[in-house]
């Protein structure tokens, strides 16, 4: 069968790389793709932000599958034109995706179906914050509410700042009209973790836990960031946690959409925070997470295309996975400057010594091929990712491999899964 990836970061190649292992796949495109990913799969260009040329695309091609990595297009409805082109498509719909696309819409619905997340306030003006705020402890959490690429959350530690982060948003200056509505909301302290899992509409498969690194810095220092690492192991979240996790959050979600005329297929990404009063609902995210895919994949020993048709085609069960008690992990080298402004087009050496490693992986991300060599061409350029029995080979042996990377203002998280591995 022909598949077509979309997508171009470090997710997108780790999904070029489980569908390659498959003996369904005959024929496999990436749109755009990367530099890594074009050893991997025939890159063909698109524009993400288009419609028309991601049907033109489809066009083309007509995909026998279709798996849509970022939120963009899922946003924008692709979906929906390539279902109604009679192209089987992996994600949920324009009107499902609207759990990502707008925090207010996910923090109503969570409200209307019972399911724990912080309290929150829907604010449209500057004096809708100042009132609102009134009510809030300190820190408090202030959200745009669309898409922000990661951009558009901030924790403040005052009343003024927080006012003032708002006033931003709101006036466009910040994140765009992604800031035309703002949502506050109490800070939660525990352990994030990733839950996600695969829905077909009514039932949901978990795929295996991860903890993504959202702060640039070590310790957990810096802005937030798309993700600088992630890790997965067995040991993540109990079988009573997953079960609970299922029952209490990611099954609700999907039968309260269904309730709604909002069927969600896909892969539904819960973003939770682990509080002392139990888990809660931080965010959603309508596909799969960028670190997290690259480790979770790692981990994935069935047949990734049986499982998205499974979700395409309302037939999700337990089984459609089968995982490595292995524990993976994933670094992400960014380009010098990153989440800030950056420079592209740096020369990337040592990547044939790193995937020389045992148990070794490298994704890319932003990266570009011309005539055999690597260059940078985003902020997050790789994400070196290793497998292994324990955390702390898997771990090792990816530090290893970053060791022998370099580009010029490369820099990488030395503490990804150090908790787990203190613990
Ligand atoms: P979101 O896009 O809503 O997941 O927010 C991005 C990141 O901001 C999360 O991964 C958390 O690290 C942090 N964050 C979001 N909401 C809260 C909250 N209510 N309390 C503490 N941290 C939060
Ligand atoms: N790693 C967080 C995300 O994919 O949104």
Redesign the pocket.
């Known amino acids: 069968m022909k598949v077509l990836v979309l997508g171009n970061g470090g997710r997108e190649h780790a999904l070029v790389w489980k569908l390659r292992q498959s003996p369904r796949v005959s024929k496999l495109y990436c749109a755009p793709g990367n530099g890594g990913i074009e050893d991997e799969a025939e890159c063909l260009p698109v524009n993400l932000k288009s419609l028309e040329s991601l049907v033109a695309l489809g066009e083309k091609i007509r995909p026998d599958l279709t798996v849509v990595g970022p939120e963009l297009p899922l946003t924008l409805g692709v979906v929906d034109e390539f279902t109604r082109r009679g192209w089987p498509v992996f994600g949920p719909t324009k009107a499902a995706a609207q759990l990502e696309a707008s925090?207010s819409f996910a923090k109503e619905f969570l409200q209307r179906h019972h399911i724990p997340t912080?309290p929150y306030a829907v604010c449209d003006s500057i004096d809708e914050v100042r009132s609102a705020l009134t009510h809030f402890h300190l820190p408090v959490?202030v959200?745009a509410d669309g898409l922000a690429a990661g951009k558009g959350?901030v924790?403040a530690a005052t009343k003024e700042e927080a006012a003032a982060v708002a006033a931003e948003m709101l006036n466009g200056k910040m994140v765009g009209a992604a800031g035309a509505r703002v949502v506050l909301?109490?800070?939660?302290e525990g352990d994030?973790l990733s839950f996600l899992v695969l829905s077909d509409g009514e039932r949901v498969a978990p795929l295996v836990a991860a903890q993504d690194h959202?702060r640039v810095g070590d310790g957990d220092t810096g802005p937030?960031t798309g993700g600088m690492g992630a890790y997965s192991t067995a040991s993540i979240i109990d079988d009573e946690m997953r079960d609970w996790l299922v029952h209490h959050i990611a099954r609700p979600v999907v039968e309260g959409m269904k309730a709604e005329g909002a069927e969600y297929k896909g892969v539904l990404y819960c973003?939770l925070?682990m509080t002392a009063r139990g888990p809660m609902v931080?965010?959603f995210n309508c596909r799969l997470g960028d670190p997290e895919t690259q480790p979770i994949l790692m981990r994935l020993e069935s047949d990734l295309v049986e499982a998205l048709e499974a979700s395409i085609e309302g037939r999700v069960s337990d089984g459609d996975f089968k995982w490595s008690p292995d524990a993976s992990v994933c670094v992400v080298m960014a380009s010098g400057g990153y989440p800030g402004t950056y420079d592209v087009g740096k020369n990337i050496v040592g990547l044939g010594a790193a995937a020389g490693i045992e148990g070794v992986k490298v994704f890319h991300a932003g990266t570009s091929k011309r005539a055999g060599e690597f260059y940078t061409a985003g902020g997050r350029v790789l994400g070196v990712s290793a497998r292994a029995p324990e955390l702390q080979t898997a771990v090792a042996r990816a530090y290893e491999a970053c060791e022998k990377i370099r580009f010029d203002g490369a820099h990488y998280r030395k503490d990804i899964a150090a908790r787990a591995l203190k613990k």
């Open positions: 925090k912080a959490v959200k959350v924790i909301e109490e800070c939660l994030e959202k937030n973003g925070m931080l965010e």
